[in-house]
């Protein structure tokens, strides 16, 4: 069972995981950065905890580690209790959810192996908004996508905005960053016979309800919000799709248009 123990002091060694969360959770690649995944609030801390992800400990008011409770009972991990004003000196900000647990990344799963029996994939390029990273992911978990592939330029999705604005369901969604020149690369989607569909709001694009996907196992190709695809990644799909909307509007938010596709192709494939 969890080991509970009073944390009083700002400068408290065990709580340095936590510190200055504006700056710590960076990528390991940037300057300061550490590496750790960090879960905010009590929904998910508890996806943390129940995640691959090797949990280190936690840091909360008693209130909300007595709400964790049950899925502390049977963890041998060191939960930290403080008081609100500690704990904002300690993370640098007030946290209204007042919980947090840190976790060590877990090794990322090979690629291949990823999409050998799935369905429905993401894959997504430069991708770099972590807060349209998040709500992807909780869309992709919500809807039922197997994995999510990330190509050139995207955001890490175990940023601490992308873990909180996806309401940890990024820790339960596997994901890859595929290997190799892109967009090559999506040959590894072909070997595991996904048909490789790119999302474009260009007017000669197949419409999504009648582009022949119903059925298919399928990779659905999203790019970044504003530019979208590049000429070279539109080119390297089997088919292009679009979502068709009212007069006067060009796009949506790529979140959203996810959600709109990853619904489409799941009702497609039953």
Known sequence: MATITPITEPADPRADDYR????????????????????EGVVVVRRLLDSPYPVRSLLGVPRRLDELAPDLAGLDVPAYATDAATMAEVVGFH?????????????????????????VV?????????ENLGALFRNAAALGVDAVLLGPRCSDPLYRRSVRVSMGHVLRVPFAELPGPWPASLDV??????????LTPAADAAP????????????????AEGPGLTDAALAAADVRVRIPMASGVDSLNVATAAAVAFHAVGVALG
Do not use: F, M, Q, Y
């Open 20 to 39: 200055d969360l504006t700056t710590a959770d960076r990528r390991p690649d940037r300057p300061g950065g550490r590496g750790l995944v960090i879960a």
């Open 189 to 198: 989607l072909r070997a595991a016979g996904l048909r490789v569909a790119a």
């Open 95 to 119: 946290l209204n959810r007042g919980v947090l647990a840190v976790a060590d990344r877990a090794a990322p799963p090979d690629p291949a192996e990823l999409v050998r029996d799935a369905r």
């Open 208 to 223: 999504l309800a009648s582009s022949g996907l119903a059925g298919e196992r399928v990779a659905l190709l999203l790019g």
């Open 122 to 130: 993401a894959v997504l390029e430069g991708v770099n908004d972590h």
